[in-house]
């Protein structure tokens, strides 16, 4: 099994728990992880990673470059921030 396939299945742990926003840094932004959560009608916020993309306007998948947008919004901002006052807890 795939590392990736054991990682989404935390969206679905998540999503049992009632979980509805989950936010991930830039290493989590994939249109698998997109597509996953969104069929589990969880928001899914993850970072942007510039160093994978050729061009930010051209992003062909529709939830990735959503989020895009969202991030770039003042709530969108505020919610990313708050992921690294959580992952200071875990270090």
């Not at 969880?42 to 062909?60: L, P, Q, R, S, T």
């Amino acid at each position: 099994m795939s590392m990736i396939v054991c990682r989404i299945e935390l969206l679905y742990k998540a999503w049992a728990y009632g979980v509805t926003t989950v936010v991930a840094d830039a290493g989590y932004n994939s249109k698998k992880w997109f597509k996953a959560a969104q069929g589990l009608e969880i928001k899914f916020v993850a970072g942007i990673n510039e160093k994978n993309m050729k061009n930010k306007v051209n992003v062909k998948s529709k939830l990735r470059a959503e989020n895009m947008k969202y991030l770039e919004t003042g709530e969108g901002k505020k919610v990313y921030r708050r992921r690294t006052t959580i992952e200071k807890l875990f270090q």
